[in-house]
């Protein structure tokens, strides 16, 4: 079992930042790849970054792209996912979620193939 915990998220201006961490506690957690996902109201799990177990390989999604920088530090057992310019459509809860890291790369972005998630946290930008 791996424990998930975000925190970071909040109320900022578009254009401003927030950085937020997903604290993991259970197995060991450098064997997992970590995903970072939103959820807007009425809508899907979105994905929106991941990063391998090492940590040389990220991936993101076109909305986010040189936005957004995902980074693991597996002596903490912690990811973190930077948010730069953000806007007001990047509104909604973000999740962090593990998985195993043996899978193929393509499944990164799919939400279904995670196995533990966090509780999510807000993140709301204002216009």
């Known amino acids: 079992q791996v424990q998930l915990v975000e925190s970071g998220g909040g109320l900022v201006q578009a254009g401003g930042s927030l950085r937020l961490s997903c604290s993991a506690s259970?197995?060991?957690?450098?064997?997992?790849?970590m995903g970072w996902f939103l959820q807007a109201p009425g809508n899907e799990r979105d994905f929106v970054s991941a990063i391998r177990w090492s940590g040389g390989s990220a991936y993101y999604a076109d909305s986010v792209k040189g936005r957004f920088t995902i980074s693991r530090d597996n002596a903490k057992n912690t990811a973190y996912l930077q948010m730069n310019s953000l806007k007001p459509e990047d509104t909604a809860v973000y999740y962090c979620?593990?998985?195993?890291?043996?899978?193929?790369?393509?499944?990164?972005?799919?939400?279904?193939?995670?196995?533990?998630w966090g509780q999510g946290t807000q993140v709301t930008v204002s216009s």
């Open positions: 979620a593990s998985r195993s890291d043996r899978l193929m790369s393509s499944t990164l972005p799919n939400f279904r193939a995670y196995d533990y």
């Open positions: 259970g197995r060991t957690f450098s064997t997992y790849a």
